[in-house]
């Protein structure tokens, strides 16, 4: 196992750039989630570390092995970049079997018959298809599909295991086990696994670190999950991961108020920077909490129960914004009904400046 | 993996420029073949239309330009042309409603016969045609003259209107075809949102169903018109010998008059350089007219469209149908099946003047054996070459995309809309001995070259279909699964690829063993093909003779249909 190094990378088509400068450190033996929006990059890294794509500038490594330098001119070709894919969409080979496909990368590496046969078997063994060894891939379910591919990435050796949305086609249920099975698979071999994704949901099930892209290829963010659902490292990041609500605060005489179409005062603690207006309080849903206690007021335009949570929409003065409350705390203390106006209190809330242009209210 | 460290980096890095040069070769091979097969051909015809002996020089063309033969040719090219386009358009989406949208009798069976026109040569069509309604000597008119004791010729199929009949009958399957595919692929909800919102049956027909097929109908219609406007069987047949001239008869006649010399080849490039721009202003014009809207509704996958009831009309239009079929497939068939066995052409049709002879001198003649041979090495060559061919270039253009991709597609597009009669002028003029010293004319050689310029537009355009199912994703996974450039390739794409190419080598094969067009400039004393062997034939006045060996091409024509039939069908579905 080996851990992967993008130092300096700069990627463009014509003249739109997607990446630039773009640095990245994947520790082995983890599980690392690339999460970014449609378009930011994240495919361009990877096709980049396969070595399907030739950056302008930087350098790759998978561990003391360079596999592309720019200034060195060093561009080991795919082929011998020894990294396992699975493609998102899984990029199994139609007119092979489900055997013949997983044994492909042990043939192109010239071993012995029977052993080609005993590791390919091993291969389908984790994945639990062992007894589809013989049928061919359109008559698989796309589930069973995404396992060969799995298979057939996990069946060499690899150095660096990557996943390039290798679940978005799955539905829920099969999407929660495979995660689970990628988790265990990573476990049982310690891979190194870097697992790209719109869908931050999928990457907090999964990660060990998570690695957060702006829209354009800016490395917004990188560690533990924990870290970057607690301390958002900016407003791109705070947004893309989880819910949020914004509401712009300015000065108000004295103090402080919240601009929902109407200026509410407001009595939390408010950093100095961002007195001198122009900002936005974010606040999660599950960090609002019912105080009757509370100056400020909402009223509750609808509730909708989710199985383990509620989920509010309060119109706070013409603003509306999203509440979640927990079980716990729905036994505890009682429900809100449409229609009553209750006192809330944010917990947890973050500063930043406005988007330029952009409307919130 | 430390053995990957240090030196062996270098060494692989060696390799990764090896691959981009791969790419290169490629990119440049295709580059070469294709100006060597059709660029060259048609500067030339160019270069000779205007320039003598290195001068520019007009007059020619000019004098060509104001012939009134050359004008009379034009007109007809394009009267025939635009009649043939709009009378098989209608015929072709009638049909293809009626078999794709009504609830007719029979229908897998009607459209197994409805295909059958496509594999007819209009050629022969015509033959049979002209042997029943031949305004001096037709079967039919005469027998009408009797019966009816008429003065002269009822019918007189040597004509205009003659000849856009025969072309109408063996052309509308150009238009059936794309429509019906379009009809079973069209969403029926379409439909049935119309009807649900107050539509009536006639209304969804015309306000739905035919705005949404149109892509369908303006591509076939533009198939009818560049082919009927390049074609020179039916014309040649029917009103060469009335002096009814298109511009590609016309064409062979200049050079056939010249006896083949460079003056007439001249000439015969001047003409083309006619025949080319109508050819061009009918594309133009077809674009214009129909590039508004393009419609994406129409989806790959099949779906069972409601049927319409067509209540009392059924039967009498089912009867229409079969009518129709009999009038353009049975009736020439069975007249040239019967000529072919008359002991001279001109007997009346009993059965004591019925005879094997005429299929013994087709059998015994060196010449005729020799026509099916040189047909058959030529076309199974020609689909052989453009099938690796076409597939390459269509591997460049769609996945290594090289700068100038556009071109390249243009180039191999190219001969798609240039008649065959103005190729083999090009050809004539390339490889008679002024380029390099390469002189094929008179061999078998120049045929070959020809049809490869022909007919490579073909493979290319279904490999090129079939290089966009497969996702690059698939050969990216074999490189990564540690297979090279080259082993992905020979793993992966030419697998998914192979049935694509092998019904592109058919549908080069099967056209080019009939073909006359082209090759009636191009033979030599031994290089007949099966097609000008007929036409020769029939032109000496040996007409059951040619019969015979009509009905031998039909037969080789059907057996060989079927037998692609069956292999294409068995097949597994990738």
Redesign the interface.
Known sequence: M?NVKFDDITFRYGSHTVLEHFSLEVESGKIVCLVGPSGCGKTTLVRAL???IKPETGSIT??????FDAKK?????????????V???Y?V???MTVLENVS??LK??RRPKEEIRQRAMRALEQVHMTEYANLLP?QLSGGQQQRVAIA?ALV?DS?VLVMDEPITNLDAKLREEMLLEIRMIQKRLNATILYITHDQQSALQLCDKMAIMEQDGVLCQYGTDEEIILHPANRFTFEFIGISNFIPVEKDGKGMALNCGEKIPYEGSVPEEARSGGYELGVRPNDIVFDDASPLKAKVDSRVFLGSEYNYFLSVGKKQIRVQQSMLDARTKGVANEGETVGIRFLNTRFYPAKKGAETA | ??K??GVS??L??V???K?LNMDKVMTAVCFVLLLIIVVIPIVMIIYNAFFYEGKLEIGMFVEQLTEPNNLGAMWNTLKIAVFTTILGTIMGVFYAWLLGRSDIPAKGLMRALFNIPYMFPPFLGAMAWDMMFNGRSGYINKWLVQLFGLQSMPININSVWGIVFVEVSYYFPFVFMQVVSALERMDPTLEESARIAGARQRQVVWKITLPLVKPAISAGALLILTTSLAHFGVPAILGYAKRIYTLPTRIYEVIYNSGGSFDGIRQGAAISVMLVVVVALALILQNRILSAGNYDIIKGKSMRPTLIKLRGAKIPLFLLAILTLVLIVIVPLVMIVLISFLKAYGLPLEFKNFTFAQYQKVFSANGTIASIRNSLFVSITAGIICMFLGTLVAYVVQKIRPKGKGVLEVISMLPYAIPGTVLSIGVILAWSGRIAGINLYNTIWIILVAYLARYLSFSMKTSSAALLQV?S??E?????????HT?SLA??TL??IRPAMVSGFFLIFLPAMREVTTSILLYGPYTRTLGVQIYSLRDAGMIPQAAALATVAIGIIIILNTLVTKLTKDR?G?
Do not use: T
């Open positions: 080996a396969l070595g399907l998978v561990g003391d092995r360079v596999l001119r060093v561009n080991v070709p795919a082929e011998k970049r020894n990294i396992g894919i493609f998102q969409d990029a080979w139609p007119h492909y990368p192109k590496q359109n057939r060499v150095d | 993996m430390k990957y460290g980096a270098e692989a890095a390799d990764g420029r691959r996702h994703s698939l990216e996974a074999a490189r990564v699964c540690g297979a090279s082993e793993d992966i697998p998914l597994k990738v």
